[in-house]
T-cell receptor, first 112, second 120 residues
Framework: GENVEQHPSTLSVQEGDSAVIKCTYS??????FPWYKQELGKRPQLIIDIRSNVGEKKDQRIAVTLNKTAKHFSLHITETQPEDSAVYFC???????????FGRGTQLTVWP | GAVVSQHPSWVICKSGTSVKIECRSLDFQATTMFWYRQFPKQSLMLMAT?????????EQGVEKDKFLINHASLTLSTLTVTSAHPEDSSFYIC????????????????FGPGTRLTVL
């Protein structure tokens, strides 16, 4: 099955700086890569996603890049704000039953 | 976007009792729903994939007799934790895919708000 690795596990940045979270996956058949933001005690919220036929996607301060050859994808948050503080999960959609395989998560803290 | 609800949002029960959690897609139909468990400061771990009208597919290590899943309609799946014990205390989250979506949204999973289970 798919194996998703996520780094770093914790990330602290100053307000206004950029934050980058990286993930790798193992199954070359995976074709959909969402990123979720989860605040304490709440549901994961989809913040951006990318399909395997696209290399980069941007939505305001958030961007995701995908390198299919190397099997890695990254989340980029620019001009970070304290409200960006949360746990971020990457995921890959495998070829089996449409299930998502999640990374271990990154605790992002943005200091004012 | 599509809305998924869960009931109850939290439950406290005594060891040995059974607890049922409902997951509903409110404004769309879902042939497939997913049940996750999340322990504090950990990732979402898929427990099972719930298929409407057929048996659920359980992940390795998840006891199907302990975690009973029923997906009787296109908008409702239930997870019953039987004979719950303190180690079953966790945050249980369901998600669903909208079979009516096409294009870029086809792959998206919509998550419920989660159910916090505490077993005393």
């Amino acid at each position: 099955g798919e194996n998703v690795e996520q780094h770093p596990s914790t990330l602290s940045v100053q307000e206004g700086d950029s934050a980058v979270i990286k993930c790798t996956y193992s199954d070359s058949a995976s074709n959909y890569f969402p990123w979720y933001k989860q605040e304490l005690g709440k549901r994961p919220q989809l913040i951006i996603d990318i399909r395997s036929n696209v290399g980069e996607k941007k939505d305001q301060r958030i961007a995701v890049t995908l390198n299919k050859t190397a099997k890695h994808f990254s989340l980029h948050i620019t001009e970070t704000q304290p409200e960006d503080s949360a746990v971020y999960f990457c995921a890959a959609r495998g070829s089996t039953l449409g299930r998502l395989y999640f990374g271990r998560g990154t605790q992002l803290t943005v200091w004012p | 976007g599509a809305v998924v609800s869960q009931h109850p949002s939290w439950v406290i029960c005594k060891s040995g009792t059974s607890v049922k959690i409902e997951c509903r897609s409110l404004d769309f139909q879902a042939t497939t729903m997913f049940w996750y468990r999340q322990f504090p400061k950990q990732s979402l771990m898929l427990m099972a994939t719930s298929n409407e009208g057929s048996k659920a597919t359980y992940e390795q290590g998840v006891e199907k007799d302990k975690f009973l899943i029923n997906h009787a309609s296109l908008t409702l799946s239930t997870l019953t934790v039987t004979s719950a014990h303190p180690e079953d205390s966790s945050f249980y989250i369901c998600s669903a895919r909208d079979i009516g979506l096409a294009g870029p949204s086809y792959n998206e999973q919509f998550f419920g708000p989660g159910t916090r289970l505490t077993v005393l």
